[in-house]
């Protein structure tokens, strides 16, 4: 175990490069910086990225290793670590002053946009070298969308939602949707028990989708047409909430950090603690595990990014 040392604000994303040789954390409010380690230096003194605009995270490496990437509100930043420059490129064809969000895919090639007025919808993307070509488009005119989130793969997305009609909306119940990333279909419907929300995951095969309320992790699974049905919930044995997931890259393993100072580790066959690190570097905020499933990693509400060797 080792811990490396970020701003003083709260680490609140982690990526690890392809190859598990390098580890990225982003340090978004009041210091607007990305940090960049090389794991295989001894001591390793970060790379500094500032980050001239909003953090609007997306935090990953290219497939070769060599370029880290981010989203913010019109763009997205690339800092090549060969040549150690920093470059952007520009989201101007899908964004403009009613756009809400937008998510991509780990590899790049996917992009969803959320719009609001006057034309209330969510937009499907593919890259096309240096252009993006829509490839659909959704009227969200009636629906609330709260997150959107893409698979590993990138073939199927979430998203959070309830409708958006009537005075009393916003207290109207929220459900799971699974959608084609390529066509924008609906491929099921899944229950949300809570009357907030935070992001989902999918697990790297795509067939678990995970999220969290307060104390409680909500599991459900994903069948390739149909629906997902009410979640599985699985609580805190204590009273301190979940903060972030990561699965571990077989998907036999989710590692949940807490504001209990604490990584605990979970079977996702059936659910039960197989693990549990207590790291004493106040609430986490963070989690990742590489890509080789060998190192996990977890970042503080103090700048603390804590590393250690994953056991079976």
């Known amino acids: 175990m080792r811990v490396l040392k970020a701003m003083a604000g709260e680490v609140l994303d982690l990526a690890f490069s392809p190859d598990g040789r390098a580890l990225a954390a982003a340090v978004p409010a009041g210091y607007d910086q990305v940090f960049l380690w090389n794991l295989e230096s001894g001591a390793p003194t970060p790379v500094q990225i500032e980050i001239e605009g909003d953090y609007k995270g997306g935090l990953g490496f290219s497939p070769d290793n060599r370029r880290l990437g981010w989203l913010e509100p019109a763009r997205r930043g690339t800092y090549d670590r060969d040549e150690r420059e920093l470059s952007y490129t520009s989201l101007d064809a899908i964004n403009n002053n009613n756009t809400l969000r937008v998510t991509q895919s780990a590899d790049g090639s996917r992009l969803i946009s959320q719009h609001g007025l006057p034309n209330h919808c969510l937009q499907g993307w593919r890259a096309l070298g240096d252009e993006w070509i829509r490839s659909w488009s959704i009227s969200t005119e009636e629906l609330a969308v709260e997150s ?37 279909m609906l491929r099921g419907v899944g229950e949300y028990p809570y009357n907030y929300a935070e992001p989902l995951l999918f697990s790297p095969d795509g067939r678990q989708l995970v999220g969290f309320n307060d104390m409680t992790l909500l599991a459900w699974p994903v069948p390739e047409v149909g629906t997902l049905g009410t979640p599985r919930r699985i609580h805190n044995d204590n009273r ?55 190192l996990a990693a977890a970042g503080g509400d103090k700048g603390d990014v804590v590393i250690w060797d994953v056991d079976g």
């Open 148 to 184: 959107v989130t893409l698979s590993e793969d990138g073939r199927q997305f979430a998203m959070l939602t309830r409708p958006a009609v009537g005075e009393k909306w916003q207290q109207g119940p929220r459900r799971v949707e699974v959608r084609d990333t390529t066509t924008g």
């Open 240 to 294: 301190k909430q979940f903060t972030a997931l990561a699965y571990h890259p077989s998907g036999d393993r989710l590692y949940a950090t807490s504001n209990d100072t604490t990584v605990h580790v979970f079977d996702t066959a059936n659910w039960n603690w197989v693990g549990r690190f207590t790291w004493q570097l106040g609430r986490l905020k963070a989690v990742a595990v590489s890509p080789d499933g060998m």
